[in-house]
Nanobody
Framework: QVQLVESGGGLVQAGGSLRLSCAAS????????MGWFRQAPGKEREFVAA????????YYADSVKGRFTISRDNAKNTVYLQMNSLKPEDAAVYFC????????????????????WGQGTQVTVSS
């Protein structure tokens, strides 16, 4: 069982930066692929980024590539999402998720393969 708690959301002007954190409970954090997803009002949840258990492989949605960076610290059981050059269209509730590699390999950008989810943190970007 893994529990995930996101933090770091808030209000930022377009062009600004935020750093989201996701703290995980459980001693097996390093076994999981970690992902970030987001959902804006009236829209479906979408994939943002993911990182392998070792941190050696990262994956990004085209819409955030070059602006967002995902990282993890297995010693702290925490995954981060550094968001730079934020745009109004980045505004959403951001969720972190954990999934075992054997499942997530079927579709790293598909939320259905992740087993655990946080409650989300709101990101608002003003224009």
């Amino acid at each position: 069982q893994v529990q995930l708690v996101e933090s770091g959301g808030g209000l930022v002007q377009a062009g600004g930066s935020l750093r989201l954190s996701c703290a995980a409970s459980g001693r097996t954090f390093s076994s999981y692929v970690m992902g970030w997803f987001r959902q804006a009002p009236g829209k479906e949840r979408e994939f943002v980024a993911a990182i392998s258990w070792s941190g050696g492989n990262t994956y990004y949605a085209d819409s955030v590539k070059g602006r967002f960076t995902i990282s993890r610290d297995n010693a702290k059981n925490t995954v981060y999402l550094q968001m730079n050059s934020l745009k109004p269209e980045d505004a959403a509730v951001y969720f972190c998720a954990a999934g075992l590699a054997l499942r997530v390999v079927a579709g790293i950008s598909a939320g259905q393969f992740y087993d655990y989810w946080g409650q989300g943190t709101q990101v608002t970007v003003s224009s």
